[in-house]
């Protein structure tokens, strides 16, 4: 059975910054992309970033302060996010996929995770 478990998530203040893991298991993962989306309140879910390889792709929102990462080895995916901002405010997702782009329909993504909540105070 596959299964992402996320963790990391959390409450902290604007400009701070948290690390979000992500343990992969019940396959290999070896050619499969992996990432991050997240999802407010009321709004839509959004691409956040995705790594295959040493390819990355991040949503412009977070160039510059979000950072992924991951650990093959130990089937983990991580996502660095410093300034954290009241917006960055979300249930984060991780994801697995053969392809993971920012245009990649939520539909067709293969594997998804419970989620683990961000929340950023102003």
């Known amino acids: 059975q596959v299964q992402l478990v996320e963790s990391g998530g959390g409450l902290v203040q604007a400009g701070g910054s948290l690390r979000l893991s992500c343990a992969a298991s019940?396959?290999?993962?070896?050619?499969?992309?992996m990432g991050w989306s997240r999802q407010a309140p009321g709004k839509e879910r959004e691409f956040v970033a995705s790594?295959?390889?040493?390819?990355?792709y991040y949503e412009d929102s977070v160039k510059g302060r979000f950072t992924i990462s991951r650990d093959g080895a130990k089937n983990m995916v991580y996502l660095q996010m410093n300034s954290l901002q009241p917006d960055d405010t979300a249930t984060y997702y991780c994801?697995?996929?053969?392809?993971?782009?920012?245009?990649?329909?939520?539909?067709?993504?293969?594997?998804w995770g419970q989620g683990t909540q961000v929340a950023v105070s102003s």
């Open positions: 994801l697995a996929n053969p392809v993971l782009l920012p245009t990649t329909p939520w539909g067709l993504v293969s594997y």
């Open positions: 019940g396959r290999t993962f070896a050619n499969y992309a």
């Open positions: 790594i295959k390889g040493s390819s990355t």
